[in-house]
């Protein structure tokens, strides 16, 4: 809870400056833009090496928990895909050590469009920069004003 308190506060400082905003979220931070995402609306939705819920993840992780049932803040980002109306990038690595890659492909696949992928290449928290680059400059430029 308190992720998504502090997410809403930059964003609350952010919204007094002129522009739209593109919401970023990187592994657990895509929970918080997703929730952010679906609190109010945004110019566009960025997700990187971002896991469909927090509960599967740990059930990956945990299978012999009942982490479904312990776990109080699930950021249910598959659902939440699947809501949000604004243009979202979904990226995400094979060589994701992390965050299996059939995460950032569930999420494409239940994402509502429009919606664009781009295959990063590289560790978790070491994507190479223009496997990012590149996708994130061409989304952003997509966008319409």
Same mark, same amino acid.
């Given at each position: 809870?308190?992720?998504?308190?502090?997410?809403?506060?930059?964003?609350?400082?952010?919204?007094?400056?002129?522009?739209?905003?593109?919401?970023? /979220?990187? +592994? *657990? /931070?895509?929970?918080?833009?997703?929730?952010?995402?679906?609190?109010?609306?945004?110019?566009?939705?960025?997700?990187? +090496?971002?896991?469909?819920?927090?509960?599967?993840?740990? +059930?990956?992780?945990?299978?012999?928990?009942?982490?479904?049932?312990?776990?109080?803040?699930?950021?249910?980002?598959?659902?939440?895909?699947?809501?949000?109306?604004?243009?979202? *990038?979904?990226?995400? +690595?094979?060589?994701?050590?992390?965050?299996?890659? @059939? @995460?950032?492909?569930?999420? *494409?696949?239940?994402?509502?469009?429009?919606?664009?992928?781009?295959?990063?290449?590289?560790? @978790?928290?070491?994507?190479?920069?223009?496997?990012?680059?590149?996708?994130?400059?061409?989304?952003?430029?997509? *966008?319409?004003?």
């Amino acid at each position: 809870e308190d992720l998504v308190a502090d997410g809403q506060a930059f964003l609350d400082e952010l919204k007094k400056r002129p522009g739209r905003i593109v919401l970023y /979220g990187e +592994s *657990l /931070g895509g929970g918080v833009a997703c929730d952010l995402a679906l609190a109010q609306p945004c110019a566009g939705l960025i997700l990187q +090496s971002t896991f469909t819920s927090f509960t599967a993840r740990a +059930s990956e992780t945990l299978p012999f928990l009942p982490v479904r049932w312990l776990c109080r803040y699930r950021f249910d980002n598959l659902a939440a895909v699947a809501q949000l109306e604004c243009p979202k *990038l979904i990226m995400h +690595s094979p060589q994701d050590e992390v965050t299996g890659y @059939h @995460h950032g492909r569930d999420l *494409l696949e239940a994402a509502r469009q429009p919606c664009e992928w781009g295959e990063l290449v590289g560790a @978790h928290n070491d994507p190479t920069p223009l496997s990012w680059a590149n996708p994130i400059k061409k989304f952003l430029g997509e *966008l319409t004003p």
